[in-house]
């Protein structure tokens, strides 16, 4: 008895020392990845990567491949030294290692320029340096860390994107977003360097935003998002461009992510497909939680609201053919309304009315890389997209039929062919130059009534084809190593009706110690929404279409950008700009203010006319910590103006004329046991501040005479809302175990449950005019475990 006794007591101390020791160890992870020519993409062997933040320091060389490989790397924040000889060193701090998944990286350093036999000493990569060479004025790149650790950007782009100068959202619903009081039309949205249909759940037609985004955080990477003189390889568009790109599955390891929160539950796996071959996946799934909750019995609103998505990305080398991939992304989304089919119960005017929404959405494509030789790079892509929305409302009658009074049903598919093909001369010279066809087909259906029960009429009616095609040559000169010359040509032609462009881009950027100046121009045009070129007139009972003919919108930019690094982790950023814009389409018809740079969520069916101007200009400034002692801010502000000039010849505010607005965006990191980082809290917050909202007029005496919503259009957009002031709030907590890490997460937008005026609206059940307000505090809890 007494040894077994003993022998028990011996085998708990030995447990106990055990699991003391494997809790006193530390918890590490792999770096991996590969150093190419950030022009011809070519690999680097012999390139040295060192991690500077461990004791002793731990370092690696890229073997023929250029592939290399950390071990031993503690859980925490890292920076990472990459050099090779002939090519500027390359710096990554901050680089977030957790247990769960290997980092994985894909390198690109740039080249030395050598002159007179001498080797000009650089300074470090910085993490202000967008993806794309060829930008230097009005980018920045962003991370998926940034769109995971800003508060209230919940894993998405355009929300992330609202802490940037210049950057508003036109409803905080959503994330639908201005650029430099521009409509949100004009924004382009790319993947993989392809041009893709707005990628949101819950988006309507004309517009680049919706409810929720479809693209998820598990597949991206460092991208750019660029606000104005986009260089030459970006068309059809006017403020701005969201260049995704994706990162590549684990080729040696299986890792999964599992996320449930209140928008929905994630599913990630990647992996490879055969060890020591290369080849990889990365595929992310999503389903609502809100349709779950609703099939519960939980009420999680008036309307029952769905979606879903799926988004991939697959690699697949060969040894002599290039690398082929297979990537792309599809949306399921919806929402219905039904009236209560008793009068008593309504409230408002919109209670008396049956309502569904459809979007739908989605793009798969195909690209192929080949390196020609050490100084050619050849990029060809194949891409199939599509989108479509139905909406449809029915009014009750007072017998409580349905009664139908709107219907859009808009159905686009595009097959979209480029290639684009990169040849570095030299360290100073290198140019890119591709051409895309884009072939459209389209089927588009709105009908409306002009009174309460009156009859449907046809606005729009019509199916067919077009194709768009665009060709660019852009050339990066670097003249010395401060200064850097880059310039180039985009090209767009329409068959729909013969509209071309060609469009001439530069920009330069001297760099003086710690501060830049750069100058950039370029003239930008952009292909009308699709449904305006086809609405709809009758002439002696005749249906024409009067749009068909509208020539693009086209825009010069001018911008001015000074930039200074106050510290190795402090840096500022000053941009003046000014856009001039013309070929606006506007009403003929003179009492008409209409113009087409305040459309963001319709197909209107005015008789248009390219006469119309209109005018951007205003100063940013931004003032960043890149994270230091795991805090980091960005403060940015704008002061702006942005106006349109109508048929009348008269100038007005535009929509989104807002005038100003700021933000300031910080969080910090506390790790609970200071001598590793394996449990970490986070404290993230937000606070946004700008000009109100700007809406015309109510006409009420009218209003109350036709039972409906009368707008005063002799004074467009001339009521200006109060100020919006919102604050967000996010705490994280995450931990790192062996072999996984878990985070537990809470994001509350509008913390304050501040009351943000959205407009106002007449309702003709009460006959009072009342005010609309935008969303109010949303808690979303989330919980995530990578392994």
């Given amino acids: 008895m007494t040894k077994n006794l003993k022998l028990i007591l011996m085998s708990a101390a030995i447990f106990i020392a055990t699991q003391s020791q494997l809790t006193a160890q530390q918890v590490t992870q792999i770096i991996k990845g590969e150093v190419v020519d950030k022009v011809t993409q070519v690999a680097l062997p012999g390139a040295n990567v060192v991690v500077l933040t461990v004791t002793p320091l731990n370092g690696s060389v890229s073997d023929v491949n250029g592939k290399f490989k950390l071990t031993n790397i503690p859980v925490g924040k890292h920076s990472i030294k990459i050099s090779f000889m002939g090519y500027k060193d390359y710096y990554i701090n901050n680089l977030v290692v957790n247990s769960g998944k290997e980092v994985v990286l894909q390198i690109q350093l740039e080249e030395k320029i050598v002159q007179a036999n001498e080797i000009v000493v650089v300074a470090e990569k910085k993490k202000n340096a967008v993806v794309n060479q060829m930008a230097n004025v009005s980018a920045r790149t962003f991370s998926v860390e940034e769109t995971q650790k800003f508060a209230a950007a919940i894993n998405d782009p355009a929300r992330m994107a609202q802490a940037f100068a210049g950057v508003v959202s036109t409803d905080d619903g959503n994330n639908t977003i201005s650029i430099r009081g521009n409509s949100p039309n004009g924004l382009l949205w790319r993947m993989e360097g392809v041009d893709i249909p707005n990628p949101n759940h819950f988006s309507s037609v004309a517009t680049s935003g919706g409810g929720v985004s479809i693209l998820s955080s598990q ?63 990365l595929v992310n799934y999503r389903y609502s939680t809100l349709s779950v909750l609703a099939k519960l019995g939980v009420p999680v609103g008036d309307a029952v609201t769905n979606f879903q998505d799926l988004s991939y990305n697959i690699f697949l080398p060969t040894k002599h053919a290039g690398n082929f991939s297979l990537f792309g992304f599809g949306g399921l989304s919806g929402q219905i309304f039904e009236a209560k089919k008793d009068s008593s119960k309504w409230k408002a005017e919109y209670e008396k009315y049956n309502w569904k929404f459809n979007s739908n959405t989605g793009a798969a494509g195909m690209n192929h890389t080949f390196s020609i030789n050490e100084k050619m790079y050849l990029k060809t892509s194949a891409t199939l997209s599509g989108s479509g929305k139905d909406f449809s409302t029915d009014r009750l009658s007072s017998e409580y039929q349905p009664v139908r009074e709107w219907q859009e049903v808009y159905g686009e598919n595009k097959f979209t062919i480029q290639t684009a093909l990169s040849t570095k001369f030299n360290a100073q010279h290198n140019i890119k130059s591709g051409v895309a066809a884009n072939f459209y087909g389209f089927d588009l259906l709105k009908k409306t009534v002009d009174v309460p029960f009156g009859a449907i009429n046809t606005k729009i009616n019509n199916k067919g084809k077009l194709a768009i095609y665009n060709a660019y040559t852009q050339w990066a000169y670097n003249i010395t190593e401060n200064l850097q010359l880059n310039s180039g040509l985009h090209f767009m032609y329409t068959n729909l009706n013969g509209s071309k462009s060609i469009e001439p881009r530069a920009n330069i950027k001297y760099t003086m110690g710690k501060q830049t100046l750069a100058l950039g121009y370029g003239l930008h045009s952009q292909m009308q929404p699709l449904g305006i070129y086809f609405a709809e007139t009758s002439i002696n009972g005749n249906s024409i279409l009067p749009n068909k003919n509208l020539d693009f919108t086209r825009a010069h930019h001018g911008v001015v950008s000074y930039g200074i690094a106050l510290t190795q982790y402090l840096h500022g950023k000053v941009e003046v700009y000014y856009q001039s814009i013309f070929n606006v389409p506007v009403a003929t018809e003179v009492t008409s203010n209409f113009s087409v740079l305040n459309v963001d969520n319709e197909y209107p069916s005015y008789k248009l006319a390219n006469k119309g101007l209109g005018k951007n200009y205003g100063t940013e400034f931004t003032l960043e910590q890149y994270m230091k002692n795991n805090l980091y801010f960005l403060l940015s502000g704008s002061v702006f103006n942005s106006e349109y000039r109508a048929s009348s010849g008269k100038w007005y505010n535009t929509k989104y004329n807002s005038g100003y607005a700021m933000s300031f965006t910080s969080g910090k990191e506390f790790s609970i046991r200071k001598s590793d980082n394996k449990k970490t809290i986070g404290v993230n917050a937000k606070a946004l501040y700008r000009g109100g909202l700007r809406n015309t007029p109510i006409d009420k005496e009218a209003s109350i005479a036709a039972g409906e919503t009368i707008f005063n259009e002799s004074q467009p957009f001339a009521r200006k809302e109060k100020d919006y002031f919102r604050i967000d709030v996010k705490l994280s907590y995450k931990n790192n175990k062996t072999k996984t890490t878990t985070t537990w997460s809470l994001d509350v937008q509008n913390a304050t449950n501040a009351k943000n005026v959205f407009g106002e609206f007449f309702d003709p059940l009460t006959g009072q005019t009342k005010t609309s307000y935008q969303a109010p505090l949303i808690p979303i809890l989330s919980y995530k475990i990578d392994f």
Avoid: C
């Avoid at 003189?229 to 992510?257: C, I, Q, W």
């Avoid at 928008?263 to 055969?274: H, I, P, R, S, V």
């Fill in 219 to 281: 597949l991206l990477t460092n991208s750019d998002f660029l606000t104005g003189s986009f260089p030459a390889e970006y068309g059809n568009a006017l403020s701005g461009v969201f260049d995704m790109r994706l990162r590549k599955g684990n080729s040696e390891k299986r890792e999964h992510t599992i996320q449930a929160g209140f928008l929905g539950t994630d599913l990630a796996t990647e992996g490879y497909f055969k060890k020591g071959y290369g080849g990889s996946y």
